[in-house]
């Protein structure tokens, strides 16, 4: 007898399919979607994936091979697939969104934190680079330091980033509140400040002393 192979026999899924203008196959019960180069686009191309990979031929040819993702809708895409114009509004993007943290770096860390969470959770950049600017924006009519701690209240409270959160705290004196509130806290808290007591004794001692 031979002896068994070093790696367990992985059963394979075929399809075959058109390559749409979107350049990327829909694989698996997820629908996760892998990109084959755009050049390949109105050509029968066949997909074979199993638990580890996906591969897209275009006859024997293999066109490209990506890991297999098993995130639902998500997108796995090879920036080498893209043609130029979608290359250029990546490099758009990410442009803008590098201008954008580095603006809020500026202000603070908390508010750098609220700029990226707003980038990273939405799928519309518009939008993104909309509530980012408005965000900064806010600087110019609260001024940074009021800007900052507000941004640290929200992350504190909240764990999340959103416009009008950030706004409400600002628009309310929320923040303003807060740092008084902090200050009064440290203000007792001081080892020269004396209470009731202390005075008490002291007039206790010079009264004790007259008679």
């Known amino acids: 007898m031979n002896p068994l192979p070093l790696e367990m026999h992985r059963f394979r899924h075929r399809k075959t399919v058109k390559l749409g203008s979107s350049y990327h196959v829909c694989v698996g019960s997820e629908r996760h979607m892998y990109s084959v180069p755009y050049n390949y686009v109105g050509k029968m191309v066949t997909v074979l994936w199993d638990m580890e ?33 979608h290359k250029a509004y990546e490099r758009s993007r990410e442009y803008n969104a590098a201008a954008l943290i580095e603006r809020a770096g500026f202000i603070g860390q908390s508010m750098r934190w609220v700029v990226e969470t707003m980038l990273s959770k939405t799928r519309f950049p ?26 640290l209240m929200m992350k504190t409270e909240t764990s999340t980033a959103s ?7 600002l628009k309310n004196n929320r923040d303003l509140a ?14 020269d400040v004396r209470g009731e007591a202390h005075y008490a004794r002291i007039v206790g001692r010079k009264e004790g002393g007259n008679e």
Request: net charge negative; charged share 25%; hydrophobic share 30%.
């Open 178 to 191: 807060e740092q008084e509130k902090d200050a009064m806290t440290s203000l007792a808290s001081e080892d």
């Open 53 to 85: 990979s996906v591969e897209v031929f275009l006859g024997t040819m293999r066109l490209c091979t990506h890991r297999r993702n098993y995130e639902a809708y998500g997108y796995s895409t090879d920036k080498n697939h893209m043609p130029e114009s």
């Open 126 to 151: 518009q939008q993104a680079y909309m509530h980012c600017n408005a965000a900064l924006a806010l600087a110019k009519e609260y001024g940074r330091d009021r800007l900052e701690h507000a941004c």
């Open 163 to 169: 416009l009008k959160v950030l706004s409400n705290i």
